[in-house]
Nanobody, 127 residues
Framework: QVQLVESGGGLVQAGGSLRLSCAAS????????MGWFRQAPGKEREFVAA????????DYKDHAKGRFTISRDNAKNTVYLQMNSLKPEDTAVYYC????????????????????WGQGTQVTVSS
């Protein structure tokens, strides 16, 4: 059981940067593998980045590689998504998701592999 709250979204010009935060409730945050997903209007929710419970393993969708960085601070019960070189096609609602990891190094990239979701934060990139 975990409650997730995203923040840090906003309006940014193409080429700019944003850092999203996802604050988690509970006392077992380090047990959860975490992911970031995004969904634009009329589009399917898609994977962006994921990180294992211990923070040692990460994975990124191709569109995020080289531009986005996922990280976590288990002492603060927070996962981050640093987004650089933003493009208009990055415009979407970004969601944080959590799943109990089978192992400390477990990582998940599938939407249906996650049981817990935040409310989302809007990211709008203007051209």
């Amino acid at each position: 059981q975990v409650q997730l709250v995203e923040s840090g979204g906003g309006l940014v010009q193409a080429g700019g940067s944003l850092r999203l935060s996802c604050a988690a409730s509970g006392r077992t945050f380090s047990r959860y593998a975490m992911g970031w997903f995004r969904q634009a209007p009329g589009k399917e929710r898609e994977f962006v980045a994921a990180i294992s419970g211990n923070g040692g393993n990460t994975d990124y969708k191709d569109h995020a590689k080289g531009r986005f960085t996922i990280s976590r601070d288990n002492a603060k019960n927070t996962v981050y998504l640093q987004m650089n070189s933003l493009k208009p096609e990055d415009t979407a609602v970004y969601y944080c998701a959590a799943e109990e990891g089978r192992y400390y190094y477990s990582i998940y990239v599938g939407i249906h592999e996650y049981d817990y979701w935040g409310q989302g934060t809007q990211v709008t990139v203007s051209s």
